[in-house]
């Protein structure tokens, strides 16, 4: 199929739809009975040319997101009158209803979506809708069950409507969270359905992936780098491709000014408060401007005044046109809510507008701290006041809660009022009466992922950059990491004689010492380089990952900056012994240092493979650190120095071929003829040839290679 035609140049006449974003103050439209925004489309668009190309500036319909790409998509006019919809390798893809299509004939009333616009496709024009400030969320029936049948959350219906600024508050295990991951489509639910405007979330999450935005509890930006520059990463990942740097720069000054940031923007994010730093956390969700966004405890630990400033924050990114959802335990200023949804023991107690929370609960104090005591333990006659809340504030009958106690099945006050609040009329009136304007559900596309068409190689980049950046501004820890080598090498010759491998006096065992020192320590270096790199990101990574970062791009920027790295501690570490001990001129295949180097590095590499999967798999940083004696302390036993490896077939054999240092130790011995010695003659390890050098190597590339698999296995696991 031929490209598109480009876009008329300027200077000649053509008709071009600027499709502005649409700012609906709060309160100057009501949602319809649908839960949508009431009004014209934003713009007709007229068909007749031969190709209508949509995108951002440029295009012949512009739209004004920054997820949309600049040449998006493009609507063919067909001979027969008909049209086609061609998607352009747009990064956020376009969609017709639930399925993510390239190329698709357009059928009378197909609504494709395009970020946050819906085209609706008539005949000879079309309708573009902005979803952004008419997006709806709606919750039926929802449960989360996890192990051994405990629900932690239980059948959870309520619906937030267009703008509207939501509050989840509870205590501790009350739900929040669980019902937040699943709200935003990162777990999934054991009963019921999250619907965005009447779609299945968890079915068909890819169509709104680019307009939904998420602030996890932890920082999801590096505290090492300065707001700005940590934005400007952000953008690049997020933002499609063809976003100019002046775009970019752009988009980051508009987000830092949306939450008040811009005179903190050149300070290192450490330097910031822990709502400051939340505050940027928000500010890299609004580079991509999403319609639907949630927020996990983005107040927790703050002051009185900076979680007032929070919040008014929050109201104003929700009257701006954004559905806003917060899950918080402070109740200081939930009056800057339009609702708040109480949850005790996995249970919906309330759902309605703040000021009425209150009255429901029969707090008489004006505070909604108050709230929690009415809603904790269960109803024993023991407890006088949870006896009087549930016999007297909820008239439940007593002799009925007496004999559930009795037989030590005493309902909670959680099961209760949420008994309660379903008979109420606040239950009819803000769940009931908004479920029933749901819009009709379309029907699911198969459950297939597909993250967002960015360039593998240009995430790559970004990444690897980024990685530089951080080591670099890390200069204690990089100090660190430099002085290993130096280190250990000028160790090392101290103890080892300028003979151990040839000269005057060789004996195999110091020979042997030496080289299973190299072993030993190229594996420290690789490990101990690696172990901690993907742990300490693991929010940060995760966020990305759901913003579309792949895989293969994140395991590659940190695979070729540390490979950078043991390679020059490598090439230092060896050259420092080797002004101490002598090594053989020529080794079996190429120069004996170029084999020693090779050797030295390989293994290095194959370590810090090890390192990373043992980093992907720990939850924390501090996890990875206690891991790591269980990776280095085999490298010590099987390595075939310390302790013999026994006949072939023997459990000590089968063992070493696990392990790194094994096959490093062998192929030193291959490259410094540890056969010439009459006690290693028969040894089959050390054959002097240049095909038992290779297949050391290859083991050690193996090794790199499945635990490089496994690294990723274990993220794609983590966040599917």
């Known amino acids: 199929m031929p490209p598109p035609p480009p876009p008329p140049p300027p200077g000649r006449q053509r008709a071009v739809v600027a499709v502005e974003r649409t700012v609906v103050a709060r309160g100057a439209r009501e949602p319809s009975a649908a839960g949508a925004l009431v009004g014209a489309p934003v713009a007709e668009l007229d068909l007749d040319r031969p190709a209508t190309i949509i995108g951002r500036d440029g295009a012949h319909v512009a739209l004004d997101s920054p997820v949309v790409s600049r040449a998006h998509a493009v609507i063919r006019r067909l001979p027969d009158g008909t049209h086609s919809l061609e998607d352009l390798r747009s990064m956020n893809g376009t969609f017709i209803g639930a399925q993510r299509v390239r190329h698709v004939r357009l059928k009378q009333g197909d609504v494709a979506r395009i970020g946050p616009y819906e085209i609706v496709y008539k005949g000879a024009t079309a309708a573009v809708h902005d979803l952004r400030g008419a997006l709806r969320l709606d919750v039926r029936s929802l449960g989360r069950r996890v192990s051994r049948g405990r629900w932690i959350l239980r059948d959870v219906s309520l619906s937030i409507f267009p703008r ?9 295990g009350a739900g929040k969270s669980t019902l937040m991951k699943l709200m935003s489509a990162q777990a999934s639910p054991s009963s019921g359905i999250v619907q965005y405007n009447g779609d299945d979330a968890h079915e068909g999450f890819d169509r709104y992936r680019a307009i939904v935005g998420y602030v996890p509890q932890d920082d999801i ?6 707001v700005r520059r940590a934005l400007r990463y952000a953008a690049s990942l997020r933002l499609p491709p063809d976003t100019s740097k002046a775009e970019r720069a752009t988009r980051i000054e508009r987000a830092l000014s949306e ?7 050149d300070k290192t994010i450490s330097e910031l408060s822990g709502g400051q730093r939340k505050r940027v956390s928000i500010a890299s969700e609004l580079l991509a401007d999403p319609a639907l966004f949630f927020l996990d405890e983005p107040t927790s630990g703050l002051d009185p005044g900076l979680e007032k400033k929070m919040m008014k924050t929050l109201r104003r990114l929700a009257s701006a046109g954004r559905t806003v959802v917060l899950v918080t335990h402070a109740t200081a200023n939930l009056t800057e809510c339009d609702h708040v949804a109480f949850l005790a023991d996995g249970r919906l107690v309330y759902f309605g507008p703040p000021r009425d929370a209150l009255g429901f609960f029969r707090v008489d104090s004006g505070d909604m701290a108050d709230i929690y005591a009415k809603l904790e333990g269960s109803a024993v006659p023991t407890s006088l006041e949870r006896w009087r809340v549930a016999t007297l504030e909820l008239r439940f009958n007593e002799k009925e809660l007496r004999a559930a106690a009795d037989e030590g099945k005493a309902p909670t006050l959680a099961s209760l009022w949420e008994a309660t609040f379903q008979r109420s009329t606040l239950y009819a009136k803000w769940v009931i009466e908004r479920l029933a304007t749901l819009p009709r559900e379309e029907t699911a596309a198969a459950r297939v992922f597909r993250l967002p068409r960015a360039s593998r ?13 951080l080591l670099v501004r890390d200069w204690k820890n990089l100090a660190v990491l430099l002085l290993q080598a130096p280190l250990i090498g000028y160790l090392t010759t101290l103890v080892a004689a300028k003979d151990a491998i040839i000269g005057m006096k060789p004996v195999s065992a110091e020979a042997k010492t030496v080289l299973f020192l190299l072993a030993t320590v190229s594996a420290w270096f690789g490990v101990i380089n690696a172990s901690r790199e993907i742990a300490k990101e693991t929010p940060i990574f995760a966020r990305e990952r759901l913003a ?5 791009a994140y395991l590659g920027s940190k695979l070729t900056v540390l490979a950078l790295f043991v390679a020059a501690q490598s090439a230092i570490m060896l050259a420092i012994i080797g002004s101490a001990v002598d090594f053989p001129v020529n080794g079996v295949a190429f120069g004996a240092a170029s084999e020693l180097f090779a050797t030295t590095f390989l293994s290095a590499f194959a370590a810090l493979s090890l390192g990373l999967f043992v980093s992907a798999a720990a939850r924390s940083a501090d996890r990875a650190i206690s891991a790591i004696p269980m990776a280095l302390v085999p490298q010590i036993l099987f390595s075939g120095v310390l302790f013999p490896l026994g006949q072939e077939g023997s459990v000590m054999r089968v063992l070493s071929w696990f392990t790194i240092s094994r096959w490093s130790t062998d192929a030193y011995g291959v490259t410094v003829h540890l056969s010439r010695f009459p006690d290693l003659q028969k040894s089959a390890e050390y054959t ?5 050098l290779f297949e050391k190597w290859a083991y050690l590339g193996a090794h790199s290679m499945v635990y490089i698999a496994l690294a990723a296995i274990v993220l794609s696991r983590r966040n599917r």
């Open 259 to 265: 939450v008040d940031m811009l005179e903190h923007a």
């Open 457 to 469: 190689l240009r995430q790559y980049w970004v990444l690897t950059a980024r990685y530089v950046d």
């Open 221 to 226: 930006l590096h505290r090492g780098l300065p």
């Open 164 to 172: 509207e600024f939501v509050a989840l508050v509870g205590g501790s």
């Open 548 to 552: 579309g970062v792949r895989i293969s």
């Open 688 to 692: 002097f040839t240049q095909d038992a």
